[in-house]
């Protein structure tokens, strides 16, 4: 059994080749899914309950990040998954604090990952991967760079399908790690991109994300003072950020833009981060997946209010599969929901991983009969 830390990962992963692991198993999606035998994939879960910490290191990890109501609540999330073309079934699952508060630009659903939990612990998120040939404990990976890329490579995949070839400019509504790993995931998908806004309400990050990024990708990135600023110059628009209600107003887009977002709710918090008036000006509108009900709440509202018809909604695997194709964009404003992540995604991009570790001599060896066992009669 192998373990890969993030180090790891990174050395052993690129975009062109997690987006393409991704196109595998968006078909093997489209395959498996009406089949009465085999199920591809168990949806995600979240459970959340009440963080038992008192005193002035729990106030002061509750107010740390201004706004109002603050609060900080565990949660648990899994999700699993299997890809017989990667042979592997895989089980992720998270463990953290969130920290949910309201400010100037509505709610917010924030994980504390980056040392602000006591004593500045880590977070615990592992990719557990499974043999589908003989049913060994395969790997355990570190998932934040994995999970990174494989959010990203859905956004780029949905954005292939679904966007003109000919944009210039992209805005960033967000300036953490989705929010930067999906704009270079575009970029690989959309090279004629050559400048970016960024609109996030903490000046000072929209500012580093502007210095860092700027360096980092060869682009001028601009942070802008405004929502409506970032939309009005921009032909893409990203939305990758912890808020919970619309980052800018949906009566500024303009024909021929671009729409994709990542920030989808869940079963007990429902997060709206694209504004429904904005949907219902939308000539198409795909989602990542029809499987799980949440993580669509500004679809549902615009077919509530009769704008919009499920059944004119497709899934990732119908672009891909070509059961869905839609002509060029043109004038059209489209929108890609990279609503929820899946099980499979994680076995296939997971299995690439494991695969290059090996040839690659990567990874940290556990005995095999540590981690399997024999009954005895």
């Known amino acids: 059994m192998l373990i890969l830390t993030n180090d790891d990962v990174a050395k052993l992963l690129t975009f062109p080749d997690t987006i393409e692991a991704l196109r595998i198993s968006n078909r093997e999606v489209a395959e498996y ?61 998270s463990s953290d604090l969130v920290r949910l508060a309201s400010g100037p630009f509505g709610l917010t659903h924030t994980y504390l990952r980056y040392g602000q939990i006591p004593g500045g612990k880590g977070y615990s998120d592992l990719i557990f ?71 996030s309400p903490n000046s000072e990050n929209r500012r580093q994300y502007a210095r860092t990024m700027g360096e980092e990708l060869g682009l001028e990135v601009i942070a802008a003072d405004t929502p409506e600023q970032a939309v009005a110059r921009s032909d893409v628009i990203l939305e990758a950020s912890s808020a919970r209600t619309p980052v800018f107003d949906g009566t500024l887009l303009r024909p021929g833009q671009f729409i994709t977002s990542v920030g989808g709710g869940d079963e007990h918090f429902q997060r709206r981060p694209i504004d429904p008036a904005a949907v219902a000006r939308c000539r198409r509108v795909a989602v990542h997946s029809l499987e799980v009900h949440y993580g669509n ?81």
């Open 33 to 93: 899914r009406n089949s009465k035998e085999y199920r591809l994939n168990r949806a995600r879960t979240n459970h959340y309950l009440p963080w038992p910490e008192e005193g002035e290191e729990a106030r002061r990890l509750a107010v740390d990040g201004g706004g109002n109501d603050p609060r900080v609540v565990y949660n648990f999330k899994s999700m699993e998954g299997g890809s017989p073309h990667f042979g592997v079934w895989a089980l992720r699952s």
């Open 297 to 377: 709440e500004e679809i549902a509202d615009c077919v509530a209010a009769g704008k919009l018809k499920w059944e004119d909604v497709p899934d990732l695997p119908a672009l891909v599969t070509g059961e869905v194709r839609w002509p060029d964009a043109g004038d059209e404003i489209r929108l890609f929901k990279n609503n929820v992540g899946l099980g499979s995604q994680f076995a296939a991009v997971g299995g690439l991983v494991v695969g290059k570790a090996k040839e690659a001599g990567l990874g940290f060896e556990v005995p095999q009969e540590l981690v399997s066992q024999l009954m005895r009669r």
């Open 129 to 199: 991967l499974y043999s589908l040939r003989d049913a060994q404990f395969e790997a355990i990976i570190q998932s934040a760079v994995l999970q990174g890329m494989r959010v990203a490579a859905t956004t780029a995949l949905g954005t292939d399908y679904m966007c003109r070839h000919d944009v210039r400019t992209l805005a960033v509504f967000g300036s953490g790690w989705q929010a930067r790993s999906n704009a270079r995931a575009l970029l690989h998908v959309r090279p004629g991109i050559e400048r970016i806004y960024v609109f």
